[in-house]
Protein backbone atom coordinates (compact mmCIF):
# COMPACT_ATOMS: atom_id res chain seq x y z
CA UNK A 1 0.00 0.00 0.00
CA UNK A 2 1.47 3.35 -1.19
CA UNK A 3 2.56 6.20 1.53
CA UNK A 4 1.82 10.14 0.95
CA UNK A 5 4.76 12.04 0.38
CA UNK A 6 3.71 15.49 1.45
CA UNK A 7 5.00 19.17 1.25
CA UNK A 8 3.23 22.54 1.45
CA UNK A 9 4.05 26.06 -0.84
CA UNK A 10 6.57 28.26 0.93
CA UNK A 11 4.50 31.85 1.11
CA UNK A 12 5.91 34.41 -1.25
CA UNK A 13 7.30 32.19 -3.22
CA UNK A 14 6.50 29.56 -6.28
CA UNK A 15 7.69 26.65 -4.18
CA UNK A 16 6.29 23.72 -2.84
CA UNK A 17 8.77 22.42 -0.89
CA UNK A 18 8.89 18.95 0.42
CA UNK A 19 8.39 18.34 4.08
CA UNK A 20 7.72 22.08 4.26
CA UNK A 21 5.88 22.71 7.83
CA UNK A 22 4.47 19.25 6.86
CA UNK A 23 5.00 15.36 8.08
CA UNK A 24 7.22 14.20 5.41
CA UNK A 25 5.39 10.75 4.74
CA UNK A 26 2.21 9.65 5.98
CA UNK A 27 0.55 5.94 5.79
CA UNK A 28 -2.48 4.84 4.37
CA UNK A 29 -4.06 2.35 6.25
CA UNK A 30 -6.82 -0.12 5.76
CA UNK A 31 -7.72 0.19 2.55
CA UNK A 32 -10.30 -2.61 0.66
CA UNK A 33 -8.52 -4.81 -1.37
CA UNK A 34 -10.09 -3.51 -4.30
CA UNK A 35 -9.56 0.34 -3.50
CA UNK A 36 -8.11 1.97 -6.82
CA UNK A 37 -4.98 4.09 -5.78
CA UNK A 38 -4.67 5.25 -9.59
CA UNK A 39 -7.80 7.53 -9.28
CA UNK A 40 -7.90 9.32 -5.71
CA UNK A 41 -8.42 12.70 -4.29
CA UNK A 42 -8.13 14.90 -1.39
CA UNK A 43 -10.13 17.17 0.31
CA UNK A 44 -9.59 19.53 3.92
CA UNK A 45 -13.33 20.49 4.93
CA UNK A 46 -12.44 23.09 7.79
CA UNK A 47 -12.51 19.58 10.60
CA UNK A 48 -10.64 16.80 8.71
CA UNK A 49 -8.29 15.83 6.04
CA UNK A 50 -9.93 13.13 4.18
CA UNK A 51 -8.93 10.96 0.80
CA UNK A 52 -10.72 9.08 -1.40
CA UNK A 53 -10.19 5.99 -3.70
CA UNK A 54 -12.53 4.77 -6.28
CA UNK A 55 -13.31 0.87 -5.79
CA UNK A 56 -11.82 -0.95 -8.45
CA UNK A 57 -13.00 -0.46 -11.94
CA UNK A 58 -16.64 1.30 -10.82
CA UNK A 59 -17.38 4.74 -12.38
CA UNK A 60 -19.68 5.53 -9.75
CA UNK A 61 -18.17 4.13 -5.99
CA UNK A 62 -15.93 5.63 -4.02
CA UNK A 63 -13.77 4.97 -0.49
CA UNK A 64 -13.55 7.40 1.92
CA UNK A 65 -10.53 7.81 4.59
CA UNK A 66 -9.78 10.57 7.13
CA UNK A 67 -6.57 11.64 8.99
CA UNK A 68 -6.51 9.86 12.49
CA UNK A 69 -3.25 11.21 14.03
CA UNK A 70 -0.77 8.79 12.54
CA UNK A 71 -2.25 7.47 8.78
CA UNK A 72 -5.37 8.17 6.54
CA UNK A 73 -7.75 5.84 7.59
CA UNK A 74 -10.09 4.04 5.71
CA UNK A 75 -13.52 4.84 7.41
CA UNK A 76 -12.41 6.97 10.13
CA UNK A 77 -14.90 9.91 10.85
CA UNK A 78 -16.43 9.05 7.71
CA UNK A 79 -18.85 7.45 5.52
CA UNK A 80 -17.20 4.34 4.22
CA UNK A 81 -18.35 4.49 0.92
CA UNK A 82 -20.00 7.45 -1.47
CA UNK A 83 -22.00 7.04 -4.39
CA UNK A 84 -21.87 10.02 -7.45
CA UNK A 85 -25.24 9.81 -9.10
CA UNK A 86 -26.71 11.06 -12.25
CA UNK A 87 -24.07 11.54 -14.45
CA UNK A 88 -23.76 12.45 -18.09
CA UNK A 89 -23.35 9.56 -20.52
CA UNK A 90 -20.32 11.30 -21.80
CA UNK A 91 -18.35 11.36 -18.22
CA UNK A 92 -14.87 10.15 -18.10
CA UNK A 93 -14.08 8.92 -14.35
CA UNK A 94 -10.34 8.37 -15.40
CA UNK A 95 -9.97 10.48 -12.76
CA UNK A 96 -10.98 12.53 -9.85
CA UNK A 97 -10.67 15.54 -8.36
CA UNK A 98 -12.66 16.82 -4.97
CA UNK A 99 -12.57 19.71 -2.71
CA UNK A 100 -14.51 21.67 0.13
CA UNK A 101 -15.93 25.36 -0.06
CA UNK A 102 -16.66 26.13 3.00
CA UNK A 103 -20.16 25.28 1.97
CA UNK A 104 -20.44 22.14 0.24
CA UNK A 105 -18.50 19.08 -0.43
CA UNK A 106 -17.70 18.80 -4.16
CA UNK A 107 -16.41 16.76 -6.40
CA UNK A 108 -15.41 16.83 -10.66
CA UNK A 109 -14.94 14.40 -13.05
CA UNK A 110 -14.72 15.67 -16.76
CA UNK A 111 -16.08 15.04 -20.06
CA UNK A 112 -14.67 12.19 -22.19
CA UNK A 113 -12.37 13.20 -25.17
CA UNK A 114 -12.59 16.97 -23.25
CA UNK A 115 -10.22 17.34 -20.95
CA UNK A 116 -10.99 20.91 -20.14
CA UNK A 117 -14.68 20.69 -19.10
CA UNK A 118 -15.32 19.80 -15.78
CA UNK A 119 -18.57 18.26 -14.53
CA UNK A 120 -19.43 19.03 -10.80
CA UNK A 121 -21.14 16.73 -8.60
CA UNK A 122 -22.34 17.91 -5.11
CA UNK A 123 -22.57 16.19 -1.65
CA UNK A 124 -26.05 16.09 -0.71
CA UNK A 125 -26.23 16.08 3.09
CA UNK A 126 -27.61 13.14 5.30
CA UNK A 127 -26.95 10.29 2.44
CA UNK A 128 -24.36 8.63 0.92
CA UNK A 129 -24.39 10.62 -2.43
CA UNK A 130 -22.52 13.38 -4.72
CA UNK A 131 -25.18 14.56 -7.08
CA UNK A 132 -24.33 15.64 -10.62
CA UNK A 133 -26.12 19.14 -11.38
CA UNK A 134 -27.14 19.76 -8.32
CA UNK A 135 -30.08 22.56 -7.45
CA UNK A 136 -27.89 25.96 -7.11
CA UNK A 137 -24.69 24.30 -8.75
CA UNK A 138 -23.06 24.83 -11.90
CA UNK A 139 -23.56 21.25 -13.60
CA UNK A 140 -20.35 21.80 -16.03
CA UNK A 141 -17.88 24.53 -15.80
CA UNK A 142 -14.98 25.02 -18.64
CA UNK A 143 -11.35 25.63 -18.76
CA UNK A 144 -9.52 28.04 -20.49
CA UNK A 145 -6.36 29.68 -21.35
CA UNK A 146 -3.85 27.03 -20.19
CA UNK A 147 -0.72 26.34 -22.04
CA UNK A 148 -0.41 24.07 -24.76
CA UNK A 149 2.01 21.68 -23.49
CA UNK A 150 -0.78 21.52 -20.35
CA UNK A 151 -0.84 17.44 -19.30
CA UNK A 152 -4.06 17.15 -18.44
CA UNK A 153 -3.75 13.91 -17.58
CA UNK A 154 -2.27 15.18 -14.29
CA UNK A 155 -4.34 17.70 -12.81
CA UNK A 156 -5.70 18.86 -9.28
CA UNK A 157 -8.00 21.11 -7.66
CA UNK A 158 -8.59 23.26 -4.23
CA UNK A 159 -10.24 25.55 -2.79
CA UNK A 160 -8.45 28.08 0.02
CA UNK A 161 -11.37 29.90 1.81
CA UNK A 162 -11.41 32.66 -1.52
CA UNK A 163 -10.76 31.09 -4.95
CA UNK A 164 -11.55 27.45 -6.66
CA UNK A 165 -8.27 26.92 -7.88
CA UNK A 166 -7.10 24.16 -10.97
CA UNK A 167 -3.60 22.87 -11.65
CA UNK A 168 -1.72 20.61 -14.33
CA UNK A 169 1.56 19.67 -14.68
CA UNK A 170 3.35 20.60 -17.99
CA UNK A 171 3.78 18.08 -20.09
CA UNK A 172 6.86 15.94 -19.33
CA UNK A 173 7.87 17.30 -16.55
CA UNK A 174 7.80 16.13 -12.51
CA UNK A 175 8.17 19.32 -10.98
CA UNK A 176 6.43 22.24 -12.93
CA UNK A 177 2.63 22.77 -12.46
CA UNK A 178 0.31 25.69 -14.30
CA UNK A 179 -2.06 27.30 -12.27
CA UNK A 180 -5.55 29.00 -12.55
CA UNK A 181 -8.61 29.99 -10.89
CA UNK A 182 -11.88 30.55 -11.22
CA UNK A 183 -13.41 33.72 -12.71
CA UNK A 184 -16.93 34.09 -11.60
CA UNK A 185 -17.69 36.84 -13.72
CA UNK A 186 -16.96 34.47 -16.88
CA UNK A 187 -17.99 31.87 -14.69
CA UNK A 188 -14.81 29.62 -15.91
CA UNK A 189 -11.55 28.43 -14.84
CA UNK A 190 -8.68 30.69 -16.18
CA UNK A 191 -5.03 30.24 -16.56
CA UNK A 192 -3.43 32.99 -14.14
CA UNK A 193 -6.49 34.45 -12.80
CA UNK A 194 -5.67 35.54 -9.21
CA UNK A 195 -2.61 33.04 -9.40
CA UNK A 196 1.01 32.04 -10.02
CA UNK A 197 0.89 30.98 -12.94
CA UNK A 198 3.62 28.17 -12.81
CA UNK A 199 5.08 26.69 -10.02
CA UNK A 200 7.78 24.58 -8.98
CA UNK A 201 8.37 21.60 -7.20
CA UNK A 202 11.13 20.46 -4.75
CA UNK A 203 12.73 18.20 -2.28
CA UNK A 204 9.96 15.21 -3.43
CA UNK A 205 11.51 12.18 -2.83
CA UNK A 206 12.87 9.68 -5.62
CA UNK A 207 10.00 7.30 -4.72
CA UNK A 208 7.24 9.84 -5.56
CA UNK A 209 4.81 8.51 -8.19
CA UNK A 210 4.93 11.47 -11.24
CA UNK A 211 1.13 10.07 -12.26
CA UNK A 212 -0.35 10.24 -8.74
CA UNK A 213 -0.66 13.43 -6.87
CA UNK A 214 -3.44 15.55 -5.07
CA UNK A 215 -3.96 19.02 -3.77
CA UNK A 216 -5.63 20.27 -0.44
CA UNK A 217 -5.45 24.14 1.21
CA UNK A 218 -6.71 23.25 5.17
CA UNK A 219 -6.76 26.88 6.22
CA UNK A 220 -3.56 27.90 6.49
CA UNK A 221 -1.51 26.24 4.43
CA UNK A 222 -1.70 24.70 0.23
CA UNK A 223 -0.74 21.02 0.36
CA UNK A 224 0.60 18.89 -2.04
CA UNK A 225 1.05 15.01 -2.21
CA UNK A 226 2.64 12.22 -4.19
CA UNK A 227 1.70 8.63 -3.22
CA UNK A 228 5.07 6.88 -3.48
CA UNK A 229 5.72 4.17 -5.73
Known sequence: MPNLNQGAWVPGTDEYRFGYNSIPVIPITGAPSDANFARWAMLHDGADYRLYLFRGSSSDTLYQFAWNGSSYAYGYRSIPVLTLVGSPPDVDASSIR????????????????????????????????????????????????????????????????????????????????????????????????????????????????????????DGLDYRFYFQTI
Not at 140 to 153: E, K, M, N, Q, R
Not at 170 to 186: I, K, L
Open 98 to 217: MLHSGAAYHAYLRRLGDPTTLYQYIWQPGTTQYRWAAPGYYASLPVAGFPADADWTRWNMLHDGSDYRIYTFRYGSVDRMYQGAFDPSAAVYEFGYRSIPELRLTGYPADSHPGRSAMLH
